[in-house]
């Protein structure tokens, strides 16, 4: 069975309430630079709103991380629910793509022709929103040592940044009368937006590929596993990941001694939990058995 490290479990657990007021909050200043971009006819407002969607998606997909993590497998969903979290980011990673396509053709063509925007409610609309940006911030820097909460706060960092962007913008446009700067600050949002898009989908292929998790080196949990008191060699060694939070291990591992496999197990298991591994299978052997498979391969050939 997957399951979760009981520290790591209630760590997620208290997290899932923050969580859920930062999707609210987000969401509310979403459509509002949304809907305010539209008003103002501010483009780099609008570009901002649509980074706040992807904060958006990014906190709807750690939130769902966490209820779906918690559901029981079954003789169908033998892994549980765990990979529907990558699978749902992928694809709103794709749709974002789309998204930074449109901002940087809507630049192109208002760099072109600059269309005049209402500077104050642009800036003061930006202004609130960087003001939530900042308070979802602190609250979920303190869970930040989670690898699918720290994506959700580097995502409303990069916010954060645009926020900023879009004010100055507001504010280069108000001292110059000069609306180029417009469509420009929205090049950049969309070059922000475009990276984050970009290393997510990165991401999302490297698990879906069951890649061994980039915070892990192989060679090294092998060299852990060898240094064991009765192990004698270790191969066809699997680490990959279900999700952002879930990471699996098998192995072959040699033994000299049958009667300790139990011990060796427990020991194993004990200094693997370090490296945050939710499940472990390890399938012994003996050397014996290993040197009479390997006589009896060179026999037959």
Same mark, same amino acid.
């Given at each position: ?96 793509? @789309? ?79 000069? +609306? ?94 370090? +490296? ?19 006589? @009896? ?5």
């Amino acid at each position: 069975m997957v399951y979760l490290q009981e520290e790591i479990l209630q760590d997620i657990l208290k997290s899932k309430s923050k969580i859920r007021l930062s999707i609210l909050l987000i969401g509310t200043i979403f459509f509002a630079e949304f809907f305010g971009g539209i008003y103002t006819k501010s483009l780099s407002l609008l570009s901002d709103s649509f980074h706040m969607l992807f904060d958006f998606l990014s906190l709807i997909i750690g939130f769902m991380a966490i209820t779906i993590s918690l559901k029981p497998v079954s003789n169908v969903r033998t892994y549980g629910y765990h990979r529907s979290e990558v699978l749902a980011s992928f694809i709103n990673s794709i749709l974002l793509l @789309f998204v930074v396509f449109l901002v940087f053709k809507e630049a192109y063509e208002r760099i072109l022709s600059p269309e005049k925007v209402m500077v104050r409610e642009m800036i003061v609309i930006a202004v609130i929103g960087l003001i939530v940006n900042i308070f979802v911030m602190l609250k979920l820097k303190s869970h930040a040592h989670d690898v699918n909460i720290r994506g959700i706060f580097l995502h409303v960092l990069g916010d954060t940044l645009s926020s900023i962007n879009v004010i100055l913008a507001g504010i280069l446009i108000y001292l110059t009368n000069n +609306y180029i700067f417009d469509p420009i600050i929205s090049f950049i949002i969309g070059s922000i937006l475009l990276i984050g898009v970009v290393r997510l989908l990165r991401e999302n292929i490297h698990i879906l590929l069951d890649s061994v998790p980039k915070h892990l080196n192989k060679e090294e949990i092998e060299r852990e596993i060898l240094d064991t008191k009765g192990v004698i060699d270790v191969h066809d060694v699997h680490i990959w990941s279900l999700c952002s939070h879930v990471t699996l291990l098998s192995a072959h591992v040699v033994v000299d001694d049958s009667s300790r496999i139990d011990e060796i197990r427990k020991e194993l298991e004990e200094k693997l939990k370090n +490296y945050n591994i939710s499940h472990m299978t390890f399938q012994f052997e003996l050397e014996s058995c290993n040197k009479a498979c390997e006589r @009896f391969g060179e026999r037959l050939i």
